[in-house]
């Protein structure tokens, strides 16, 4: 099995920095992927390939990954970023994709 | 545009049989991976399985290997995920994802079908 590591939960005022990490063996091999749940909602991809933004994700997304951990940054965090935020990558064979645990945003 | 249409939602007994569908429209169907996931109440997102329609080749993640079975229609742009009897503990939200070109990581998504099993 294959496991990404998430912390539950992360707080930060509206306009600060929020950063939420991934960690996993296999990343300094394989892209991490980052999505966004609002409450009731299908996820959203906010962050592919380790650092790449999708068109209409904001600016203050933006993804970095370094040794055995991917970083999901929120420049600027607004109320509306508060969500449930799950990184997204494969084992070292490539055929077992997994997320991680999820990690809470609260913007406040 | 892009669109993936989950079937509604399911209440079934322990025991039963249940299939739910994702149908896809505004690409071609039989050229990108299709996958499930699922999100028990209140809990994060679980990778289930994959299906390439072009030609049925399937992957499951080892967690969900012999519980479910996940196939395509191609003919009608249609994926499917389905249980032979059901236990109290497939009660949950399950999504249908398209994957990029690039890699079997998600960029489009159905709404969900939420399933219920309740004696």
């Known amino acids: 099995s294959y496991e990404l590591t998430q912390p539950p939960s992360v707080s930060v005022s509206p306009g600060q920095t929020a950063r939420i990490t991934c960690s996993g063996d296999?990343?300094?091999?394989?892209?991490a992927y980052w999505y966004q749940q609002k409450s009731g909602q299908a996820p959203v991809l906010v962050i592919y390939?380790?650092?790449k933004r999708p068109s209409g994700i904001p600016e203050r997304f933006s993804g970095s990954s370094s040794g055995t951990m991917a970083t999901l940054t929120i420049s600027g965090a607004q109320v509306e970023d508060e969500a449930d935020y799950y990184c997204y990558s494969t084992d070292s064979s490539g055929n077992l994709w997994v997320f991680g645990g999820g990690t809470k945003l609260t913007v406040l | 545009e892009v669109q993936l249409v989950q079937s509604g939602a399911e209440v079934k007994k322990p025991g039963e049989s249940l299939k739910i569908s994702c149908k896809g429209s505004?690409?071609?169907?039989?050229?990108?991976?299709i996958g499930w996931v699922r999100q028990m109440p209140g809990k994060g997102l679980e990778w289930m399985g994959i299906?390439?329609?072009?030609?049925?080749?399937?992957r499951y993640s080892p967690s969900f290997q012999g519980q479910v079975t996940i196939s395509a229609d191609k003919s009608i742009s249609t994926a499917y995920l389905q249980w032979s009897s059901l236990k109290a503990s497939d009660t949950a939200m399950y999504y249908c994802?398209?994957?990029?070109?690039?890699?079997?990581?998600?960029?489009?998504w159905g709404q969900g079908t939420l399933v219920t099993v309740s004696s």
């Open positions: 390939e380790d650092s």
């Open positions: 994802a398209r994957a990029s070109p690039s890699g079997w990581y998600w960029v489009y």
């Open positions: 505004g690409y071609s169907f039989t050229s990108y991976w």
């Open positions: 296999a990343l300094p091999k394989k892209y």
């Open positions: 299906i390439y329609p072009g030609d049925s080749d399937t």
